[in-house]
Nanobody, 115 residues
Framework: QVQLVESGGGLVQSGGSLRLSCAAS????????IYWYRQAQGKQRELVASISSGGSTTYVDAVKDRFTISRDNAKNTVYLQMNSLKPEDTAVYYC?????????WGQGTQVTVSS
């Protein structure tokens, strides 16, 4: 059974850092593109960052130069390093895997940034 498990969320002060992990039990993980989304309370889910099978990355403007997405295919894991966190980064963060005609979501991890 395919699973995506996010971890690393928590409570941090403004200006702090967190590293989220998305561990996937997916065969041929390396050929999947992985996306990090977030959903703040009362708002729509939004795409934050992505990384392709070849390692190309994209970021929403709000997190550029603060967040870094990376992947370790040997560990079937994608990371989201979040620096200089702001209260507006508070949200549930989800990872999504797309490949081979399938897409899978994780259950999410809460990130709360206090001012």
């Amino acid at each position: 059974q395919v699973q995506l498990v996010e971890s690393g969320g928590g409570l941090v002060q403004s200006g702090g850092s967190l590293r989220l992990s998305c561990a996937a039990s997916i065969r041929f993980f390396s050929i999947y593109s992985i996306y990090w989304y977030r959903q703040a309370q009362g708002k729509q889910r939004e795409l934050v960052a992505s990384i392709s099978s070849g390692g190309s990355t994209t970021y929403v403007d709000a997190v550029k130069d603060r967040f870094t997405i990376s992947r370790d295919n040997a560990k079937n894991t994608v990371y989201l390093q979040m620096n200089s966190l702001k209260p507006e980064d508070t949200a549930v963060y989800y990872c999504k895997a797309i490949g081979l005609g399938y897409n899978y979501w994780g259950q999410g991890t809460q990130v709360t940034v206090s001012s």
